[in-house]
């Protein structure tokens, strides 16, 4: 009973350096969702997919890339990591229909040097 | 815009009643929730209410809604060590898949 997984939980970047956050669930959701978390900043959302094969851009988009390959699987690519990308980073999927709520990863914390 | 805002802090007593305040400004979210962090983990859906109820208990857990005030409260009865997390609060667009989240409210237990 995964729910939402995500990988990795940790890593540490040099500004620079390029990465993919993986995010794969296997509740037959069609949405899903990237969010970054920060003190005092709240979540805030960064893409999100509304089904496979569409991507729509959140609050903050900026310095990211998503892919959304499959049902199952949707990525975060950062190209050239920025300190101030520095967060905690949460997958998190819906259901069918609107007013779903939202069930989350256990997230994925990145430091970038 | 949209937006939904909550006290950053909250200390309460162990054993005394915890009340988190939300308050949101869109007035055609249909469904309101209460997510529960705890340290190092995602959030965890805790309950919600739809926008056509007052209140909604479960076992521990009160729910208001004062809907014309915009106003969503979450009382935690019997406050336990365990109760000790981030609470955020939330709201749903009637029009697409978005859920807007406030900054959450920090619960800390005193003994």
């Known amino acids: 009973n995964a729910g939402v997984t995500q990988t990795p939980k940790f890593q540490v970047l040099k500004t620079g350096q390029s990465m993919t956050l993986q995010c794969a669930q296997d509740?037959?959701?069609?949405?899903m969702y990237w969010y970054r978390q920060d003190p005092g900043m709240g979540l805030r959302l960064i893409y999100y997919?509304?089904?496979?094969?569409?991507?729509d851009k959140g609050e903050v988009p900026n310095g990211y890339n998503v892919s959304r390959l499959n049902k199952r699987e949707f990525s975060l690519r950062l190209e050239s990591a920025a300190p101030s990308q520095t967060s905690v980073y949460f997958c998190?999927?819906?259901?069918?229909?609107?007013?779903?709520?939202?069930?989350f990863g256990d997230g994925t914390r990145l430091s970038i040097l | 815009g949209e937006d939904v805002e909550q006290s950053l802090f909250l200390s309460v007593r162990e054993g005394d009643s915890s009340v988190i305040n939300c308050t949101y400004t869109?007035?055609?979210?249909?469904?309101l929730y209460w997510y529960k962090q705890e340290p190092g983990a995602g959030l965890q859906l805790l309950t919600y209410?739809?926008?056509?109820?007052d209140m909604k208990q479960d076992q521990r857990l009160t729910v208001l809604l004062n809907k014309k005030d915009k106003h969503l409260s979450l009382r935690i009865a019997d406050t336990q060590t365990g109760d000790s997390a981030i609470y955020f609060c939330?709201?749903?667009?009637?029009?697409?898949?978005?859920?807007?989240f406030g900054k959450g409210t920090r619960l800390h237990i005193l003994p």
């Open positions: 998190a999927t819906t259901g069918t229909g609107l007013n779903q709520p939202q069930h």
């Open positions: 509740m037959n959701h069609n949405s």
């Open positions: 997919s509304a089904s496979e094969g569409t991507t």
């Open positions: 869109d007035s055609s979210s249909t469904y």
């Open positions: 209410i739809f926008s056509n109820m």
């Open positions: 939330a709201e749903s667009m009637n029009r697409d898949d978005k859920i807007i």
